[in-house]
């Protein structure tokens, strides 16, 4: 039998091996091969991603980041507006974080044996717990699709109904749970079948009894301030919602997966509408501080022990790397600062200062709508101007592709300005604001200024902005 000591011995042993390939450095390999990142990705990966940012110019080499900000190899700072479709809320590399990481590293647990109960998953569950007092129990797994998957199997089951009903536009992920639903149809088609689902208009109180009325509804799974686009729910809906759908015997899911952890300037945002407590909550993203996946699903204790019913279904709805140290730990962590800094005040304020500057500006340029959103999420909308010189260029790109405008805004964002955006989703000619909830007046300064430089541009009826759009028409054309 080998003794503990032993296999320490054989394993410091094996470490000794000088030979050919034996030492893993993984410094020595970024040094030798960084420079061939994009070839690798359309080599082995997914080939169409080096080939869009290559065609819109953000192949860029980044080569560190903190906070929110990277630097490229010559030393150029980039801000970052986008946190990595929000993952990374604390900024990246927080050293709290990191802290937390090197030291369950370090503490070597007797991690993911299965068959024992550590205490970090029960810690933070209960941390998440104190910001949820209408939930009890949480289920811990890898990622925002899959906290969707496990709020869509626990209502199933929970009510024994099949269908789910979602929203318009909604995103909850790309699994084939979460994709049935997904309100975007470019996602969905062509992996039919699907699960039983109907989408209804997000504020649509009739088309959802409609719905209810038909007995076989499970649960409304609803994110109370779409991703894709960044529209809010209707002051009101979600609590008028919460009461139909119980009044039929289904369940409420907020999707919290990209708007919570004080993404809009409350924990959740389903919070900033009073009275509204969902059966069922899924959160991600921010959770892991940018470091390792997690994803969290919270519901109320009935909804729990009716799926786990008896030991004989103990795991019945599992995760083979949920609850693993290195992503409790971050959680906490990421707790811990969201709690000591005053994150979420912080993305009340800094998001009303932005939005409300951004907003000012709708007079001065034609090209640009609306301004809306909440806290750190904000979505800036443009739309055909009154002037013909420009809207004839608007019509001219609409009719090439939607979307392409709220494109030539970003690129020169970038380029430019050194700023990073995203265009909020296919087919919109809205740009999505979703920074790490650490930014400040400085970064405000700095995305009005070049926003407003790009907006002159694109109002003076030349320049490089416009030669951009030539670029992407023909792109758009040559792709259909």
Same mark, same amino acid.
């Given at each position: 039998m080998t003794t503990p000591e032993q296999a320490t011995e054989d394993a410091g042993g094996a470490g000794q091996d000088t030979g050919p390939g034996a030492v893993?450095?993984?410094?020595?390999?970024?040094?030798?091969?960084?420079?061939?990142?994009?070839?690798?990705?359309?080599?082995?990966?997914?080939?169409?991603?080096?080939?869009?940012l290559h065609t819109i110019g953000f192949d860029k080499v980044y080569d560190r980041a903190e906070g929110a900000y990277f630097w490229d190899t010559e030393g150029n700072d980039y801000l970052d507006m986008l946190a990595g479709f929000g993952v990374m809320g604390v900024g990246r590399h927080h050293p709290v974080v990191r802290k937390a990481l090197h030291d369950v590293l370090d503490a070597s647990l007797a991690d993911l044996t299965r068959f024992d109960c550590q205490p970090? !998953?029960?810690l933070l569950a209960e941390r998440l717990l104190e910001h949820s007092p209408h939930l009890d129990r949480v289920f811990f797994g890898n990622s925002g699709a899959e906290a969707v998957?496990?709020? $869509?199997?626990?209502?199933? @089951?929970? =009510? /024994?109904? !099949?269908?789910?009903?979602?929203?318009?536009? #909604?995103?909850?992920?790309?699994?084939?749970?979460?994709?049935?639903?997904?309100?975007?149809?470019?996602f969905r088609?062509?992996?039919?079948?699907?699960?039983?689902? =109907?989408?209804?208009? $997000?504020?649509?109180?009739?088309? $959802?009894?409609?719905?209810?009325?038909? /007995?076989?509804?499970a649960a409304l799974v609803v994110e109370p301030i779409q991703g894709k686009g960044v529209h809010e729910s209707p002051p009101g809906y979600l609590k008028a919602a919460q009461e139909l759908l119980h009044r039929h015997k289904a369940l409420l899911i907020a999707d919290e997966v990209q708007t919570g952890l004080g993404r809009t300037g409350d924990f959740y945002a389903y919070q900033y509408e009073e009275g509204v407590e969902?059966?069922?909550?899924?959160?991600?993203?921010?959770?892991?501080?940018?470091?390792?996946?997690? /994803?969290? =699903?919270?519901?109320?204790?009935?909804?729990?022990?009716?799926? @786990?019913s008896s030991m004989d279904r103990v795991l019945v709805h599992s995760a083979s790397f949920g609850s693993n140290a290195q992503a409790m730990a971050a959680g906490l962590a990421v707790l811990a600062v969201l709690?000591?800094?005053?994150?979420?005040?912080?993305?009340?304020? =800094?998001?009303?200062?932005?939005?409300?500057?951004?907003a000012a500006l709708t007079d001065r340029y034609e090209l640009l709508h609306e301004v809306r959103g909440r806290g750190l999420m904000i979505g800036i909308e443009f739309g055909r101007p009154k002037s013909l010189k420009l809207r004839s260029r608007w019509t001219v790109l609409q009719a090439a592709r939607k979307g392409l405008f709220a494109q030539m805004v970003v690129v020169p964002l970038l380029q430019k300005h050194r700023i990073l955006t995203q265009v909020s989703g296919d087919h919109l000619e809205v740009i999505k604001l979703i920074p790490p909830l650490t930014i400040g007046e400085r970064e405000v300064d700095r995305f009005v200024a070049a926003f407003t430089a790009v907006m002159d541009d #694109?109002?003076?009826g030349g320049g490089l902005m416009w030669d951009f759009g030539r670029t992407l028409m023909k792109q758009a054309v040559a792709t259909r």
């Open positions: 893993f450095d993984l410094g020595r390999l970024l040094a030798d091969r960084s420079g061939e990142r994009y070839e690798l990705h359309a080599r082995h990966l997914n080939h169409q991603l080096p080939r869009m970090l !998953p029960g998957e496990t709020a $869509l199997k626990f209502a199933r @089951y929970a =009510t /024994g109904r !099949p269908r789910i009903l979602y929203c318009s536009h #909604a995103f909850h992920g790309l699994t084939t749970g979460a994709l049935s639903v997904n309100g975007e149809g470019g088609d062509g992996f039919a079948p699907l699960l039983p689902d =109907t989408a209804v208009q $997000l504020g649509d109180l009739d088309a $959802l009894e409609r719905e209810l009325k038909r /007995g076989d509804v969902p059966d069922l909550v899924c959160v991600a993203k921010a959770l892991s501080g940018g470091y390792v996946p997690v /994803g969290a =699903t919270l519901g109320k204790d009935w909804i729990f022990k009716k799926v @786990y709690a000591d800094e005053q994150l979420v005040a912080n993305a009340r304020a =800094t998001g009303d200062l932005l939005r409300s500057r951004l #694109a109002h003076s």
